[in-house]
Each structure stands twice: as structure tokens, then as C-alpha cells.
């Protein structure tokens, strides 16, 4: 009875230090002004592209040739454009492009890239050669010119663009998988694990792959912002998702020609676009600090 | 009795610049049921290389095994594939190694490692496996089975992690563990203990140890019989008395040699002139002659081979003779 007490008492003394442990990493992300910044930018956004469709009655097609050239009032958060649609409603409908753009591409070059980086990191020889030519080739074009060409051959839907941007990202997730497996492969941990008889692909999936979580995880929102950036100047330069739909590098295009005019046609898309890179910058970084082993240690 | 493990002329070579470079040459020694042997020399030596290649875990290429065989309880080790190999490993022969401080992976907790072995070799529930390694480590002696189970590895000592790495190793009761110096990164009280718990669990459980290590104090006290190896050859293969006794290699005399024993009063210690030398540079002859106080023009024309004297007393030397005589 006593010793059971005993042991109760002690798992729950552990319970408490794992949670410490992951407090710990998170105070490190909470301390950091620009992290908290960062994610609190994030988030907004994410709300703004799910409710801030509620906020108007204008919806973000729909032109209105009474209601062209306004600028911002209360009817018209954000103005109208030079056919009359509401900007604001083309803000948010931009929103939610370019969000589903960033995650997808980001997530889709993430699972290509470390994929393919374990297998070449833990399998070396032959095929890593051929693999990493074949991706240093690819990161020695230039990026937008790459994911042009690509979407063009693939034809713009949003899943079009967000394939052919995650394919542009997937080197950048190679070589950094690829690096920290060959690393990591020759740690004494990996040596036991092979001794006490763990199977090649439980290793690399069980005991390399956890090690890389944190460096992934910093290493998609880095790719998010990218994202975003790929994908304005995609559909400023005419090759992002068609019409009707309304993403902010067009409107920035469109708004370009009418900016003595109308300045507001582009100030908007381009503040979002700023205030989107910069989010996924700031929240990048903070979870690099918060994350990060050597800064840990002191 | 049957030998657990089997070495036969084994030479097992490393990729230097494109070509292969033997590090072993000719390593013939087997450990029987239940025997503690322990292999001494210095670093470079060939000692790890050797446990290494008994367990299948060196990268092919650079290593590859020029010739030999190794019959590992009833297996042709170096016939099996990948997969059956991954079979033997942890069952019938386990391992720990140097460095406690790195060899349990720092993202899991010991008892999620511990549960995992225990899983890969037996068909049974999670929450048995789980019981069955908190027995694990309330055997190797930490304190708080339960609650350590919980812990990651960086919240142990060096000891404690030692203390896992042997759970984990014996958890599927291997017949032989080969210990590759397990006690030289602790220091020497946890090393003791350490050392009487590995001798304490091969007694009840009967099972054969390869103990590799550079200090003859812990060879002296642990193993039954002992093999000395000097530049990846075995020099000397006796009876641990026998060797302590009258050991009968140059090299092995020095090794003693160079051993200080309390209470006496030295400027400086004994050491053996030189260094090994590097594997791409043997020497021609036997690979000691170069540092060998008894060297002749015979040791620098051919190697000797490793004669058996009588009693299992091994020895790769010509004037072996000499050493004998002055014994007596």
C-alpha cells in the first residue's frame, strides 16, 4: 500500500517535470516579443480568411459600375476597384488563396523533401549521388522561374500553384534532411539500435525522423513565407489562379496602372502581403529560438 | 562444452583512398557457453573492430571481410542477410557499448526505448512488455523502476544510462553480450559497480561475455580467459592465472609492465617505446618487431604464426622461449 503510494507520488512527480520540460520551450517562444507578434499575425489572418467574408455585404466578384474609383469609407472598408468590386471582399477572398497556397505547398514540399532526404541521407552510395545532382540542379534555377514554368504546363488551379511551389521548395527540405540524417546516422544511439536488432526502416522512421521534428516544423514556416511571396508574384505576373477569384498579386497588378488614381486598389493587397511574409518570418524565428538545442543548453 | 562463438582467421579490411587496407589479419579465438573472455590492447588495436564485425554493424563499404569465418551460435555470420541477421542481434547476442552519454536516442524516454526492444523480439501486449522492462531495470539496480521508465535520457547519470543500455541488451536474454569497453567513460567507483553487475547477471543467467577493454586490472578480476591483440592481430591467447602468471608475448610483458601497482614508488611509469603503427604502414615481419625489446632478424623477415604451447596457451612469437626461461 505504502510503496504504491510511494510510486504514485513519484510518476506524478515526473508527469510534472515533463510538463515543465515542454513549458520550458514554450516560455522561450513566449519571451521572445517578435515570436508572439509573429504568431498572433498568423493567427489574425487565418481568422480574417475564414470570417472576415462576414464582415461586408459586397461580395468580392461582383462589379458595380456606380460604385467605381471609391476610396475607403464605411461601406467600403477598403475602397473599390476600377469595376466597382469591393477591395475588402478581394482582400479576404485573396486571403484564403494565398493561406491554402502557403500550407499546401509548404506541407507538400515537406513530406517530398524529407522523404527524400531520409532515403538518400541513410542510403547513400549511388543513389544519393544522383539524388542530390538532381536537386542541386533544381536549386540552381531560379525559383520563380521554375514554378512559372511549371504552372503553366500544369495549368493554374489553386492546386496547380501550390504543387508547382511546393516542388520549387523541395530541395530546400532535401538538403536540410539529408544533412542532419548523415549526422545523426552515425550517433552512437543508432549504432545500439542496430545491435539490439531494430529493422533499417524503424530506425530511420522511429529514431531519426523525431530527432528532425523541431527543425521541420521551423523549416515549413520558413517555406510558408516563401509561399506566399511565390504565389503573389505568380498572379502578378498573370499565372496564378484565374479569374473570378481575386489573389493579391493580381490586384497589386491591377491596381499598379491606377496607383495615382486609385492608390488604394494596391496599398491594400501589398500591406497583407507584407504583414502574411512577415508573420511566417517572426514565427519562424521564434520557434528556431525556442527551439533550438544550443541555446537551450545555457 | 560448445563455443558460443567461433572466429576463424578472420581479416576484415577498411577503403583507404580505393583500395583495401587490412585492419585485422588473422583473428582466430571462440568463446565457450557461459565464459567471460576478455580482449585486451591498445586503441587501434582491432578490438571493437572485431565485436563490430561479430555483430554485422560495420557500414559495407568502407569495411569488407577479406577472409574467415565467424559462427555465431550455430550461425555463419557472415552468410546471413540483413534481415536474418536482425534476428540474431539482441536475441542471441547483444551488445553495449562505450559511451553511455550518446547511445540511448535523446527523444525518447528510457522506457519507451526499453519497451521497443523488448517488442521487436517477443509477441506480446505493450502493457506486458512494459511490466517486463520495469522488472528490467529494478534487476540492473535503478532505484524507482517506475518512475524512470518516465525519464529521458538526458535526466540520468552516466551510470544509470549504463545501467539501461544493459536492460536494453539483456532484455531478450542473449546467449553471448559483448561489451565494448563499457566502463571507460564512468568513472571509477560507478565503474566497479558496473563491472559486478555485468559479472553479477552473466552468473545467474549463464551466458557468455566478450569483454573488451585496455585495462588489465578489470581483465584480471572479471574474465576467465584472456585474448591480448596488438595492430589488429591476436598476440596472445591464456588462461587469465596463466597470462598474469607467465605471460609469454614481449607485448603482453609490456602491457603488465606498464600497469603501476599502489604502494610503489616511481619517477615515471614503464611505457612501451613507440606507437602503433598507423594500418597503412605495417611493418613487414611480426607487427610488434618495431617497438619489441627482444626483436630479432627473424621477427623482421616473417610474421610468426600463433602456436598453442600446451594448457590453451596461445602465443604469436618466435622467441617466446626466452620470456619462459626467464619466468623460471
Redesign the interface.
Known sequence: MDTAKK?AA??Q???V??KT?FQKTLSRFFSRSIAVIGLVIVVLMVFFSLFGGYATEYDFSNRNSKHRYQGPSAEHYFGTDNLGRDIYARVVDGSKITIVVALGSSLFAMVLGSLLGLFSGFKGGMADSVISGFMNSLWALPTIVLAMAISVALGSSITNIAISIGLVNIPSFYRIVRSRVLSIRE???I??????????WKIIF??VL??L?STLIVETTMACSKAVIAEASLSFLGLGVPLPRASWGMMLKDGYALLERAPWMSIFPGLFIMLLVLGFNFLGDGLRDAFDVKIRAD | MNNILEIKNLSVAFQFSGKPVPVTKDVTFSIADGEVLGVVGESGSGKSVTAKTVMRLLASPPSSVLEGSIMLDGHDVLNLTERQMQRIRGNSVAMIFQEPMTSLNPVFTCGDQLVEAILLHQKILHKKAWKQAVEMLDLVGIPMPETRMKAYPHELSGGMRQRVMIAMALCCNPKLLIADEPTTALDPTIQAQIIDLILKLQKERGMAVLYITHDLGVVAETCQRVVVMYAGMVMEIADVVDLFKHPLHPYTLGLMKAMPTMGEKRDRLYDIEGMVPHITQMPQGCRFHTRCPYAQEDCRQTCPDLVDIGGGHCVRCFHYNELKEAHE
Not at chain 1, 549504432?191 to 533499417?200: D, F, L, N, S
Open positions: 510510486t513519484a510518476n512527480q515526473v508527469t517535470k515533463q520540460n550517433m552512437d544511439y549504432m545500439a539500435a542496430r545491435a539490439i536488432g531494430r529493422p533499417t522511429q529514431h523525431p530527432n521534428v
